[in-house]
């Protein structure tokens, strides 16, 4: 498994959500997801760093 780039990709998938100006509830949980997501991915091969980044965005 690539966590590396699943964990960017939900990262940035997340931040394009957060730049939508009016969010559904669809995308309000994809958001949720996305961020929850990148941040174990990160949590298997990042660093202090990628799990405070994630953290912080969850």
């Not at 994809?30 to 965005?57: D, N, V």
Request: hydrophobic residues 40%; charged residues 30%.
């Amino acid at each position: 498994m690539d966590h590396k780039k699943i964990a960017i990709d939900c990262f940035n998938g997340t931040w394009d959500i957060i730049d939508i100006k009016e969010r559904s509830e669809a995308d309000v949980l994809k958001m949720i997801h996305m961020a929850h997501a990148s941040r174990y991915h990160w949590g298997e091969i990042g660093t202090p760093l990628e799990w405070s980044r994630g953290e912080w965005q969850i």
